[in-house]
């Protein structure tokens, strides 16, 4: 899938004067020192790296080709895995600064100070590795209330059609309309907020009809965690794409306890092709260790509305929690088996960093 997060920065900060470029290593199929001469031919001044902690090795072989390439560029990583590790990250001499949180107002004020020669190791919402070694911590960057300021991605810098998923129409793009989550599941490495912020509906299907009216885009993936919150958006959105005549298909991730058949039967006039829903486990049991906060009931009325509805679905399982026995496996698997699904993906659980199944794992 295209970098959202890399895309959305440049062009907040091209908006604000600033020339970018943007390389996606991932979809080109190529390795770092095959970017050399491209990095070198741009010899930026700043290189902004995004990362996850699986994907981490990679992205240490990419600044430290971007510290021999370009040895005066000052190297910013940011990303889910800064937010976690910012200070371990720093010890790579590879590396300046660290981002934590949102990016794009820290980004902006980074390219402020070394457009006009400025100190930046003093710079809210980062860490920076000193000359010496040391990692200095900075204030946290207060989270911004107003997220419709930020503009939408750049997406003329990303080519839609290198990307590929099997089971979406192409070429395709993705989105984001909300920050934030105000569930806590055991297993989320996700930005936990008891206040969303939201994208105002307008400008989401501004993006909608961009991208289809200038690139042909014929579905788009809403990364929201839960994008089916609150009736009236829901309703004022579907309005919205239909007033405006958008073909454009769309697919969504919701939670099945936000699920009705009004919500449905709206965002299926609109386009909705497929729903994504977190089942995880196949007894109240087992879903209470985790801290999901849905039922057994709860699931199958959510997947039966949908099915009713002509909306394809896809079930999310996870196979291993804390504490779940053979016989659990058993039935999630029988459950899975009666929910009448389009698809169902199976994982392993896994404590991934600064979730509560990885405190328990400690």
């Known amino acids: 899938f295209p970098s959202l997060s890399l895309a959305g920065l ?17 979809v080109e199929n190529i390795y770092p020192k095959d970017a050399t001469s491209r990095v070198s031919d741009y010899d930026p001044h700043i290189v902004a790296l995004t990362a996850k902690t699986l994907g981490w090795p990679a992205v240490i ?3 430290q080709m971007v510290r021999a390439t370009c040895p005066k560029a000052l190297i910013v990583i940011g ?6 590790y910012p200070k371990e990250s720093l010890s790579w001499e590879c590396f300046d600064l660290a981002v934590v949180g949102d990016g794009e107002d820290t980004f902006l004020e980074i390219c402020d100070r070394i457009d006009t020669g400025s100190e930046w190791t003093d710079i809210l919402g ?10 200095v911590k900075n204030p946290p960057r207060p ?13 003329d810098l990303v080519n839609v059609s290198n990307y590929h998923c099997l089971t979406l129409l192409k070429p395709f793009a993705t989105m984001v309309t909300t920050r934030g989550c105000p569930w806590h599941c055991g297993y989320c490495s996700q930005v936990y ?30 990364f929201d965690e839960t994008f089916t919150i609150g009736k009236r958006r829901m309703r004022a959105f579907s309005e919205e794409v239909l007033r405006r005549n958008l073909t454009v298909k769309f697919n969504i991730r919701a ?19 497929s729903i994504h829903m977190g089942v995880e ?28 509805e002509g909306v394809d679905t896809r079930g999310y399982f996870m196979v291993g929690y804390y504490d779940a026995t053979h016989d659990d496996v058993e039935e999630m698997i029988n459950f899975a088996s009666g929910l009448g699904l389009d698809w169902a993906s199976f994982s392993v659980a896994t404590a991934l960093p600064a979730t509560d199944l990885y405190r328990i794992a400690q």
């Open 193 to 222: 907020s008891e206040k969303l912020r939201f994208r105002d509906v307008g400008l989401v299907v501004d993006e909608m009809e961009y991208l289809e009216k200038y690139h042909g885009v014929r579905e788009i993936v809403f």
């Open 126 to 135: 980062t860490y920076a590795r000193l000359p010496s070694g040391d990692v």
């Open 281 to 308: 486990a196949g007894t109240d049991r087992v879903l209470k260790i985790m801290n999901k906060q849905i039922t057994r009931a709860q699931t199958e009325q959510a997947f039966r509305i949908c099915r009713e």
């Open 10 to 26: 440049a062009a907040y900060v091209r908006k604000n004067g600033y020339p970018v470029e943007l390389i996606d290593l991932h």
């Open 79 to 84: 990303g889910p895995h800064l937010s976690i």
């Open 143 to 155: 989270l911004s209330k107003d997220i419709n300021k930020y503009p939408m991605t750049a997406w």
């Open 255 to 273: 939670r099945v306890d936000t699920i009705d058949r009004e919500t449905v039967k709206l965002l299926k006039r609109a386009g909705l092709r």
């Open 61 to 63: 072989e990419i600044a």
